[in-house]
């Protein structure tokens, strides 16, 4: 087999990883195939909050306000400790001012892979069902892969890159070699879509601690609540030392964990103990329980194959970032792939891959396990987890709740806008330097502007499939020769926006002055933003030489 590649990338994989991938490779006009060993998408799913950054993400194809229009934006936080009220808050009274998507959305997952399918299918894309990745072999030049139908027929496809984005059981994974370190908590979890009766504030997150913990959130359909049930441990000490003991026995057998099925009668058991029986369970639409593991591959690239979402990392749901973080991989990865293949960026953009994402992982990875253990020690059926939840929570949780600063930096956090990659080896700080504003590597805030009389956010009026170059001052001073040259120079690459505070016709104009502020560009500054919206370059001033320099280094001038 000689020439050409059949495509620039097999996904392997259609949840929203996969899926997401998929969306960036398409908009970057890459050749590419999703495939999936399953004939048909799972209808219930455990995922349920879309985090603020997610949003951003998916709102930069269209698709962000469509999903928050199908889900719930409950900002109020309800908290019972051992059947009685304790605190209540707005998690949305946040004052974040950077971003269109301040809040968490409620939405199943199967809502979210619904509209990334649809969004796909329009543009003529068609995922494989029942197609399962059975052989890959990576060579100099690409990937030689055995596809296998349901009907036993075999098909061999050549692919510059191979990405698993087949979650636990990853198959790609498993031919790349790369082992998937971690445990499983002894905790049993279970879930449930149903109606509920009782002490329950209509669109609020309604959270009854003590012992054990239920958790119900605003689902809104199938049905009108999704509740998460743990049984309390006896044992304060029970979480991930023990549990790392008991994963190296059993293994992974669930992309969450251990699945099983469940009945109402024993939901509502699990359910009866936080509760104090107030809260009744009824026609449920999907029933499961299982166990979490907290796992981690050594790396995310092995050559010409890549991991992405749970084929990478799995983690306790708490802070429900699971699913986003996994879209968050696909969206870093998609567009570095597509622009690799065809030739406009060095190959050593990939590298910047797993720089970028492990660390983010392995991040979550602590995060979650510490508060997995915290919660298994307050919701435990000890008398010294009974003690704080009757005399010490109740007077410490509300005074928490209550400032604003500790709810502005938990949401910064948890909806993850304050992921950065300042140590990038693909980031690059440019000289003069500026002395304010987000870094390269750092997120790109969003902001309100204008744009010939109309209102626009800045995310959306900049970031897309191509590098968008954001010169920040007045929108004539500019050397518009040197502009054209830039662009002819990296043909398809570039997408030049001006930001500057006096109305110019086809500039984005920000009259107030607050987003050049934010920018650290009173003055002249030039920002270059990828398009997973992150700061690739920044300088002061109008001097182009640093930035044709780092484009240099990065995206040669040759291409397809």
């Excluded at 050593?348 to 020690?377: M, Q």
């Excluded at 440019?430 to 902001?447: F, M, Q, S, T, V």
Aim: charged share 25%.
């Amino acid at each position: 087999m000689a020439g050409e590649p059949d495509l620039d990338a097999l996904i392997v994989g259609a949840g929203p990883t996969g899926l997401a991938l998929a969306a960036q490779l398409r908009a970057a006009g890459a050749r590419f195939r999703v495939v999936d060993r399953l004939h048909d998408r799972g209808r219930e799913s455990r995922a349920l909050g879309v985090q603020a950054r997610t949003l951003e993400l998916l709102q930069t194809i269209g698709l962000g306000e469509p999903l928050a229009a199908r889900g719930s934006t409950a900002t109020r936080l309800v908290l019972h400790l051992d059947g009685r009220p304790a605190a209540r808050v707005t998690l949305g009274d946040i004052g974040a001012t950077d971003t269109r998507f301040p809040f968490i959305l409620f939405v199943s997952q199967a809502e979210t892979e619904t509209l990334l399918a649809e969004h796909l299918g329009a543009a003529g894309v068609t995922v494989e069902r029942g197609v399962e990745l059975v052989g890959a072999e990576p060579g100099a030049d690409d990937v030689r892969c055995v596809l296998r139908s349901g009907h036993g027929r075999e098909e061999r496809v050549r692919a510059s890159y191979l990405v698993g984005c087949d979650g636990a059981h990853s198959a790609v994974r498993r031919l790349a070699g790369v082992p998937f370190e971690g445990g499983s908590y002894p905790e049993e979890f279970a879930l449930g879509d149903v109606e509920a009766d009782g002490p329950l504030t209509p669109g609020a997150i309604n959270s009854f601690v003590g012992p054990g913990v239920a958790m119900i959130f605003p689902l809104g359909r199938p049905t009108t609540w999704r509740v998460i049930a743990m049984s309390a441990s006896a044992s304060a000490g029970a979480g991930a030392s023990a549990g790392a003991s008991a994963g190296a026995r059993e293994g992974v057998r669930g992309a969450d964990g251990d699945a099983r099925d469940l009945s109402l009668a024993e939901l509502q058991a699990m359910v009866d103990g936080p509760t104090r029986g107030a809260v009744r369970l009824r026609d449920p639409a999907w029933l499961t329980r299982f166990r979490l593991h907290h796992r981690q591959t050594a790396r995310y690239r092995a050559g010409r194959l890549f991991l992405a979402g749970d084929a990478a990392h799995i983690h306790s749901p708490v802070g429900a970032q699971g699913m986003n973080t996994g879209i968050q991989d696909a969206w870093n990865l998609g567009w570095k792939l597509a622009l690799v293949a065809r030739g406009a960026a060095d190959p050593r953009l990939l590298d910047s891959y797993e720089a970028e994402r492990w660390p983010v992982g392995r991040f979550l990875l602590r995060y979650t396990d510490r508060a997995f253990g915290t919660l298994t020690r307050v919701t435990s059926s000890g008398a010294l987890a009974a003690w704080a939840r009757r005399a010490v929570m109740p007077t410490v949780l509300p005074r928490a709740f209550a400032s604003g600063r500790l709810r502005a930096t938990v949401f910064r956090f948890v909806s993850e806008l304050g992921i950065r990659y300042r140590r990038s080896p693909a980031v690059t700080e440019g000289e003069p330097r500026l002395r304010g504003g987000p870094r390269a590597g750092d997120r790109l805030p969003d902001a309100r502007l204008t744009l010939d009389g109309r209102d626009v956010w800045l995310q959306q009026a900049i970031v897309g499939p191509r590098l968008a170059l954001l010169l920040c001052g007045d929108a004539e001073a500019w050397d518009a020769r040197r502009l054209t040259d830039l662009g002819a120079r990296h043909p398809g690459l570039l997408a030049v926006h001006r930001l500057t505070s006096r109305a110019t016709s086809g500039a984005l104009v920000d009259e107030r002055g607050d987003v050049l502020a934010r920018l650290g560009a009173r003055d002249a500054a030039q920002y270059l933003v990828r398009p997973d919206g992150h700061v690739a370059f920044r300088c002061a001033g109008r001097d182009l030489r640093a930035l044709e320099r780092y484009l240099n280094a990065w995206f040669p001038t040759r291409g397809r």
